[in-house]
């Protein structure tokens, strides 16, 4: 079984802002930190969440095709071992929606 080879596209004025991209396929997924800041979900691409360390991500495709969604969680594993957060929980909602209180 071949792995996929991730790489990391960097904003150098926002650290929230990391795209994940898979070198062998066209695989791209960007990485939102939801606890520092707006996380808005497109309807047409698919979106992931993440905790770890006290820490909300959000992933979410761009542009993904059928064959690329099947590497998604390969890529969210991969970015969790690179941000030293390897026990990261990857979930299929949104978390931030958990916390509102009922009145």
């Not at 066209?26 to 360390?53: M, T």
């Not at 542009?63 to 990857?90: F, H, K, N, Q």
């Amino acid at each position: 079984m071949s792995r996929n080879v991730f790489l990391l596209a960097t904003d150098p004025n926002n650290p929230c802002r990391d795209v994940i991209h898979a070198r062998d396929t066209g695989l791209k997924l960007r990485v939102f930190c939801i606890d520092r800041e707006p996380f808005h979900p497109e309807s047409s691409q698919i979106q992931l969440y993440g905790s770890a360390n006290g820490k909300l991500f959000a992933f979410e495709t761009i542009d993904v095709t059928s064959d690329e969604a099947l590497d998604v969680v390969e890529a969210i594993r991969w970015y969790a071992g690179y941000i030293d957060c390897p026990e990261m929980d990857i979930i299929p909602d949104d978390p931030r929606l958990n916390s509102d209180i009922a009145m």
